[in-house]
């Protein structure tokens, strides 16, 4: 059994940085992905990153302006936000699984956490 904790959501002006963090716990096992997805009200969960052990994955919407990253000896993995959008607006998800290296789609992780609050506002 794996369960993962979110932390780090927080309100910041347009323009402003958070840093998302899950740490990982229990059994792990293998080549894993792990990812952050969001959902915003009214609106599907989508995609926003994945780091595998061999590809780094971004939504189109977030690239050039967040950082996906693992600390593995740690079991915890990052998402640096910078420049952030009032459209980045949601909840946070991590998450993990063992589908295909840097998969985006929600039904490839098992695994998931409680969810952070990320608010931007303009």
């Known amino acids: 059994q794996v369960h993962l904790v979110a932390s780090g959501g927080g309100s910041v002006q347009a323009g402003g940085s958070l840093r998302l963090s899950c740490a990982a716990y229990g059994s792990l096992t293998g080549y894993y992905n792990m990812a952050w997805f969001r959902q915003a009200p009214g609106q599907e969960r989508e995609g926003v990153a994945c780091?595998?052990?061999?590809?780094?994955n971004y939504a189109d919407s977030v690239k050039g302006r967040f950082t996906i990253s693992q600390d593995n000896p740690q079991r915890t993995m990052y998402l640096q936000m910078n420049s952030l959008k009032p459209e980045d607006t949601g909840m946070y998800f991590c998450?993990?699984?063992?589908?295909?290296?840097?998969?985006?789609?929600?039904?490839?992780?098992?695994?998931w956490g409680q969810g952070t609050q990320v608010t931007v506002s303009s």
């Open positions: 998450a993990l699984g063992w589908g295909l290296d840097g998969s985006l789609v929600r039904s490839d992780f098992g695994y």
């Open positions: 780091s595998s052990a061999r590809r780094i």
